[in-house]
């Protein structure tokens, strides 16, 4: 069973700083793409990064340049470093995961950004 877990969210102000961290249960960590989402209320949950198990990445245009996704293999740990944060970054964040063919989430970290 994959678990995932996530955790560094908080309130900031505009221009900050924030580091989310995800640890992950489940075997074979290291050959599994792993990718950060975010979700408003009432919005349909947005695409924000993504990293391969070759660590190739990939980032939506939102915030290209600003956030930096990487990860330990060896503590299965995602992060998504965040800065220049916006108030239009405010979101609820979660961690996913792709094991075989099923993916798996996290249940979220809010992030919240005021100006």
């Known amino acids: 069973q994959v678990q995932l877990v996530e955790s560094g969210g908080g309130l900031v102000q505009a221009g900050g700083s924030l580091r989310l961290s995800c640890a992950a249960s489940?075997?074979?960590?290291?050959?599994?793409?792993m990718a950060w989402y975010r979700q408003v209320p009432g919005k349909q949950r947005e695409f924000v990064a993504r990293i391969r198990s070759d660590r190739l990445t990939n980032y939506a245009d939102s915030v290209e340049g600003r956030f930096t996704i990487s990860r330990d293999n060896a503590k299965k740990m995602v992060y998504l470093q965040m800065n220049g944060l916006k108030p239009e970054d405010t979101a609820l964040y979660y961690c996913n995961g792709i094991w075989g063919t099923t993916e798996y989430w996290g249940q979220g970290t809010q992030v919240t950004v005021s100006s």
């Open positions: 489940g075997s074979l960590f290291s050959y599994n793409p």
